[in-house]
């Protein structure tokens, strides 16, 4: 187990807040990276995801003792299959409205909703990288739904609860989110 605190190679405020709640699940604390080092511009993304994450924990953990986590993420639709996965992020960046609805206005009226969420996560402890993934397989809900939490969370319907992510508590949560799930498998193998 870590005893030491574990920083964030990030620059998304709302991926530090969540991936901060899950770690405290197992009583770590997760810090930005820019809370002891001045921001770094990260390099361009341009590998897969596991490249990704561990590229930006390696450019954080060049440059401190302490563990550094990356990670990257995105999304899948079944409707639009050569779309988002990796790019997910530079996709909605070019948007000019809000991620959830540029979604919801892309599968309007479109009865093919799945919605795969993915977390890939790399951990670099010294010169040993540990590795996780999570995903959530779901349905992409008609309107948002949900405060519990915020971002994709409150579209991603799961039918067995007849519930949004955003609308459970969030230990419920990190049982169902493709990050939570990433967090306990990254647990295991610390
Ligand atoms: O690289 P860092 O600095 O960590 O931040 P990022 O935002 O670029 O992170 P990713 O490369 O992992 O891209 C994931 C993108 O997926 C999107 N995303 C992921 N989860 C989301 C959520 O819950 N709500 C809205 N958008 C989300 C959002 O556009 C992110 O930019």
């Not at 899950?22 to 990260?42: C, D, E, K, R, V």
């Not at 039918?159 to 295991?188: K, N």
């Amino acid at each position: 187990m870590l005893e030491q605190p574990i920083l964030l190679a990030s620059h998304n405020a709302g991926k530090l807040a969540e991936l901060q709640q899950l770690f405290a699940q197992y009583s770590i604390s997760l810090q930005g990276y820019t809370s002891q080092l001045a921001p770094i511009p990260f390099g361009l993304e341009g590998g897969d995801y596991w490249q990704n994450a561990t590229s930006k924990a390696a450019q954080v953990a060049v440059l401190t003792s302490l563990p550094v986590l990356g990670d990257d993420s995105g999304i899948d639709l079944a409707a639009f299959p050569n779309e988002f996965g990796v790019y997910t992020g530079r996709t909605l960046a070019r948007q000019a409205v809000a991620a959830n609805t540029y979604l919801l206005a892309r599968l309007r009226d479109n009865p093919q909703r799945q919605i795969t969420l993915h977390s890939y996560l790399v951990l670099q402890i010294g010169h040993r990288l540990v590795r996780a993934h999570g995903s959530l397989t779901a349905q992409v809900a008609l309107q948002e739904q949900g405060q519990l939490s915020g971002g994709f969370d409150r579209l991603v319907y799961i039918p067995e609860l007849g519930a949004t992510l955003a609308e459970l508590p969030a230990l419920q949560r990190a049982h169902y989110s493709q990050r939570g799930r990433a967090v306990a498998a990254l647990m295991q193998q610390i």
